[in-house]
């Protein structure tokens, strides 16, 4: 049988740092074979009760059989046709159903293509090169949606992003009540990207009333609204978290639950805007926009699938509620082992913090040695997780509270 060792030393040597993710490179690292509902089982014949969940994607657990009924059907059909089809059509009709502010629907390969065309419609529309985004706030991994502020301010981004690609990108600290105003009040900026659930999906909350006031100044400064619901999207409520907030973007971008666990993301919003992609009778398109696996059958099947099980709300709810279970058990722990902390939940999501930032460094691994896997601290929580899925965490929480403070 193939060890976890073996895997380790194979990978190491062909994948950078052993992985293909930045979030993947855990020490050690899993590696997983099967998963089922809310576990996951190792090579090395171990099961953990999953809560990263497809980083969000997977709202009904692993392996849905709908989902993956619906999938294989589709991959017997053909998975690329090259040429439009009727599930593209039917995802693009549910996703403009559910979120009030779509009337049109461009499908994309990831969440990060989605934001980057958003940004891409907003230049093109307002003939303005700026872009704003918020301190902390997550969009994908391109250069535009890269750069971002450190402690005393400044400007910085990863290695590889240039100079003149961060200067048109405006980091706003949501915490400044000034921000926006600084930020827009110019009228350079064609658009202003935010997680309307504040940064990380709800890890760094904002400030009540802020995405209104979001809205506000960008419609005073002719700037466009573009609120990323990559996560949030159907999982918060089946109109997104723009839906909860009552603020109506020109665009949103989705992704995760959207695609049913496959890859997948859109952008949707008005029409006059998504129209710019639209190849005219002179055979040009103001936005030019290909992309081999566009709306591809196989995410297509998977995303219908999805949605049409999740668009009546009651998922979300179901899950919810599940997760608002295990926020009470992470804060019972926290009160009986004394630990510094603080839990709390958007929807489906819970986040913790621990006070002592060293120890909450050391909480996923000891979570995950306690066969529970956390994605950052944080949860998805799905309609699969099950009272005994409950009953693993919290124990597992116990001990590695524990540990963590006694600084093991
Ligand atoms: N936006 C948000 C809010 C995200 O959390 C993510 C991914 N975690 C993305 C965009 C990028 O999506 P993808 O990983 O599908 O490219």
């Known amino acids: 049988m193939t060890t976890a060792a ?36 190792l090579v090395d014949g171990r099961e953990l009760v999953d809560y990263t969940m497809g980083h969000g994607a997977l709202l009904l657990g692993h392996a849905d059989p709908r989902i993956s009924e619906a999938v294989a059907e589709q991959a017997a059909r053909g998975t690329h046709f090259a040429a439009g089809h009727e599930r593209e059509i039917e995802w693009a009709e549910r996703i403009a159903a559910l979120v009030a502010a779509v009337e049109r629907v461009r499908f994309t ?31 994908g991994w391109y250069d535009a949606v890269s750069a971002d502020r450190d402690a005393s301010s400044r400007h910085f981004s990863p290695d590889g992003v240039p100079e003149a690609v961060l200067a048109q990108t405006r980091v706003i600290d949501p915490a400044d009540p000034e921000g926006l105003d600084s930020a827009l009040g110019d009228g350079q900026v064609a658009a202003l990207i935010l997680e309307a659930s504040g940064g990380h999906y709800g890890r760094h909350p904002l400030p009540d009333g802020y995405v209104a006031a979001a809205r506000r100044v960008c419609d ?13 999207g159907f999982r918060v409520h089946p109109g997104g978290m723009q839906a909860l907030l009552g603020v109506r973007p020109d665009l949103s971008t989705f992704g995760k639950v959207m695609a049913g666990g496959l890859p997948g993301g859109a952008v949707g919003g008005r029409a006059d805007l998504l129209d710019l992609l639209a190849v005219g009778s002179d055979g040009r398109a103001a936005v030019p926009h290909p992309g081999t696996y566009n709306g591809n059958p196989l995410s297509a099947a998977a995303g219908c699938t999805m949605l049409a099980l999740v668009a009546d709300g009651a998922a979300q709810e179901q899950a919810a509620t599940t997760a608002m279970e295990l926020e009470r058990r992470i804060a019972a722990r926290l009160a009986a082992t004394g630990v510094g902390g603080r839990v709390w939940r958007l929807s489906s999501m819970v986040h913790v913090r621990l006070d002592d930032a060293a120890a909450e460094g050391r909480l996923d691994g000891l979570l995950r040695a306690g066969g529970v896997d956390f994605f950052h601290s944080s949860a998805f929580v799905s309609t699969a997780h099950t009272e005994a899925d409950l009953e693993v965490t919290e124990d597992a929480f116990d001990s590695a509270l524990r540990v963590a403070v006694a600084g093991g």
């Open 220 to 232: 005073r400064t002719g700037t466009l609204l573009v609120i990323d619901e990559v996560v949030t």
């Open 6 to 41: 073996e895997l380790q030393a194979r990978a190491a040597a062909v994948l950078p740092g052993g992985s293909t993710h930045i979030a993947r490179s855990y020490r050690p690292p899993l590696y997983v074979v099967r998963a089922h509902g809310a576990r996951k089982w």
């Open 109 to 139: 390969s990831s969440g990060t293509e989605a934001t980057m065309l958003a940004l891409r419609l907003a230049r093109a529309a307002t003939g303005r090169d700026l872009v704003a985004k918020l301190h902390d706030h997550f969009h």
